[in-house]
């Protein structure tokens, strides 16, 4: 079963949706986690027949853990009359599948903002919490999720808050709480439309991820955050999107302006006309960026399929420029027992995009210079290394001092012919955000990339190519 499938049964589902459906058959898990075992074991043990047996015997453990896992699951579905739908995936840390995915929605099972559960909503996952209690269970993540109504800090405390009711549900069931994590994603990772009342409650949703450790968790963690299906509906409401459009409906062309003249005093930042970069009225064509980043690479073992795809639940994809988005930020995974945050320090990521190890990269636009310094991702999991550096030389020609310092909020989504780099500035900087696609090789140019900017009321957009300075 893949991923689009269990995003369209969440969109579909009633109170609780979460279901046991299988790719092969329903020892399809053990198979494979055999198959992984033995040749990892081959591998390592340089032929040793015992340690090879060691690892085949591993790799039927974690498969045949699912498999039970899955069975119980569609059993209590068939007695309770519930949907269930879960998915075995794999972490980029890890050579087999070593998690078991399940979405639960939620729209109906929580008071409106509130993080209690209703009757029903609770009773249904007491049936669910106890597939997992007793059966040696491994980390259980629980994730809570929001649609785009209200603030983003509103949605992000509510969304962690339901998320650690259900986990705490979860320990009352008999679950070990040093087992237990939860993370608010808040509306960051939408599966459906926030336009309508239908789409908004598949995002309403809850989800339970079992893991074979810490490491595997924190890897999970990153690949979720650069999934790039999630950028399928943006994480604005109707009402957002329809004043943005009006911006750019209402954006007159502009007056051809040399650079020299465009050296002045910064206004206030509500006006926001702080550097001219000589562009046009913004569009909301997607095309050359979408065709420069390609299909999303499918190696972290399935959970990501095609970027540009309407596989995904809530009706056609609604793929657009940053402009018409949001950034998308989630909180820490904690532990239940220790109420600490995971770290991810221990993960193996020492290897970096090519190009994206610490680089400078650049582009003069109608006179005026737009650097990145400090520009890192890793390899392993697409994900950015802290906040780079954004510098904006007005006028570089005459100017060599940077007008304007910033350090964005960047994410970054992995595809098939190169990686999305998504910028998003303040109300205080020249620019409103910018999509880059980065090449997937050692080349010192990047492959697509258009920069936003507001000049009075309107939005405009400019093409630009970044240079790899070393």
């Not at 499938?5 to 986690?33: F, R, Y």
């Not at 039927?60 to 995936?89: F, N, P, T």
Request: aromatic fraction near 6%; include cysteine.
């Amino acid at each position: 079963m893949n991923r689009s499938n269990l995003a369209l049964a969440v969109a579909l589902g009633s109170t609780v949706l979460v279901s046991g459906c299988a790719t092969m058959d329903q020892h399809g898990g053990k198979i494979l986690g055999a198959v992984s075992g033995a040749a990892i074991g081959a591998l390592a043990c340089d032929g040793e027949p015992t340690c090879i047996a060691a690892g085949l015997i591993g790799g039927l453990v974690l498969g045949d853990l699912y498999d039970k896992r899955q069975e119980k699951l569609r059993k209590l579905a068939q007695e309770r009359g519930i949907s269930l739908e879960s998915q075995q995936v794999k972490t980029f840390n890890s050579s087999k599948k070593n998690a078991l995915e399940m979405a639960i929605n939620d729209g109906g099972m929580f008071k409106v903002g509130s993080d209690k559960l209703k009757t029903k909503a609770k009773q249904d996952l007491m049936a669910i919490a106890s597939v997992y209690r007793g059966d040696n269970p491994q980390k259980l993540l629980v994730i809570g999720h929001s649609d785009a109504s209200g603030s983003d800090a509103f949605n992000q405390t509510l969304s962690e808050s339901r998320a650690r009711t259900v986990a705490r549900l979860f320990e009352e069931v008999g679950v070990p709480s040093d087992q237990i994590y939860f993370q608010g994603a808040g509306e960051s990772q939408p599966i459906a439309t926030n336009d309508t009342k239908t789409g908004r409650s598949a995002n309403r949703r809850v989800e339970i991820v079992e893991i074979d450790s810490e490491k595997s968790l924190a890897a999970y963690n990153l690949q979720r955050q650069n999934d790039s299906k999630y950028l399928a509906h943006s994480n604005r409401t109707a009402s957002e999107k329809d004043a943005i459009r009006k911006r750019v409906k209402d954006t007159p062309k502009p007056e051809p302006i040399v650079a020299e003249q465009t050296k002045k005093a910064k206004p206030a930042p509500a006006v926001k006309a702080l550097v001219d970069f000589g562009g046009k009225p913004a569009s909301s064509d997607f095309s050359q960026i979408a065709q420069a980043t390609g299909d999303t690479n499918t190696d972290s073992g399935g959970i990501s399929f095609s970027l540009f795809s309407e596989a995904v639940a809530g009706g056609p994809a609604e793929l657009s420029p940053c402009y018409m988005d949001a950034p998308r930020v989630t909180g820490s995974i904690q532990n239940l027992a220790t109420g600490q945050k995971l770290n991810v320090a221990d993960l193996d990521m020492s290897d970096y995009w090519p190009g994206l190890n610490g680089n400078v990269w650049h582009d003069t636009v109608n006179g005026h210079m737009v650097a990145y310094q400090d520009l890192r991702v890793m390899r392993a999991s697409g994900s950015p290394e802290g906040r780079p550096t954004v510098r904006v030389y007005e006028d570089i020609g005459n100017d060599k001092t940077a007008d304007f310092v910033a350090q964005p909020h960047i994410e970054s989504y992995p595809g098939q012919s190169g990686l999305l780099l998504r910028t998003y500035f303040t109300p205080e900087d020249p620019m409103e955000c910018m999509d880059v696609v980065m090449p997937n090789t050692g080349s010192k140019t990047a492959k697509a990339g258009v920069l936003y900017y507001a000049q009075g009321e309107g939005i405009y957009e400019q093409n630009v190519t970044l240079q790899r300075l070393r």
